[in-house]
């Protein structure tokens, strides 16, 4: 319950009585209740998954990251806040990025290395889509994506033995075949 209570003067400027407003402000409260358990539970997903979740203004420049960004990249997020979004990814992947969002001014899908706080590029597979305010104005970028470095190395190696079992088959082939033409070529 809400209550207001309003003096009421008279003709000397005197309180002659009291007015009292109240109001049921039950389910008000319930919804903000109810809201700030909402955003909590946004903000402990987003905090804790395992993705890369970057936010950049029109000019490019970080204005939020999830605080996952420690894990992936080392960087605290104050950190990266107010940083420019081409010092972390690989400059011709930047370059590609950059084109393709201006090209399309929609979603994204892209393959890109961005860089750790040790300095060392990680491949990221990322979706950036446009960011618009409620007006419907562009407002930025939305990058969220994950590390596939694992994934990249495991399929070299996958191809590398692949590789070289095709090889291994190939000299069988040819071994095999050669007694073949060495008699068909003695007996002719």
């Known amino acids: 319950m809400d209550l207001t209570l309003i003096p009421l003067y008279g003709r000397k400027k005197q309180i002659v009585a009291v007015a009292e407003i109240s109001q049921d402000i039950t389910e008000k409260k319930k919804a903000l209740i109810d809201l700030e358990k909402s955003e909590e539970q946004y903000h402990l997903l987003l905090d804790n998954a395992p993705i890369l979740f970057i936010v950049i203004d029109n000019q490019e420049k970080v204005i939020f990251v999830s605080d996952y960004i420690k894990d992936l990249l080392g960087y605290e997020k104050k ?74 190395r495991t399929l070299g190696q996958v191809i590398r033995e692949w590789e070289c079992l095709l090889r291994q088959k190939k000299e069988s082939l040819i071994l095999f075949s050669l007694p073949k033409v060495l008699k068909s070529t003695v007996w002719d």
């Not at 990814?89 to 979603?107: A, C, F, G, T, V």
């Not at 892209?110 to 491949?123: A, E, L, M």
């Not at 950036?128 to 990058?143: C, M, N, Q, V, Y």
Request: aromatic fraction near 6%.
């Open 79 to 152: 950190e990266l806040l107010g940083k420019s979004i081409e010092e972390l990814i690989r400059p011709e992947d930047y370059k590609s990025l950059r084109q393709e969002l201006q090209s399309k001014k929609k979603i994204v899908a892209f393959s890109c290395q961005i860089k750790g706080k040790d300095h060392i590029f990680d491949f990221y597979l990322i979706n950036a889509s446009p960011l618009k305010d409620r007006e419907g104005k562009p407002a930025g970028t939305i990058i969220i994506g994950h590390n596939i470095t694992e994934d990249k």
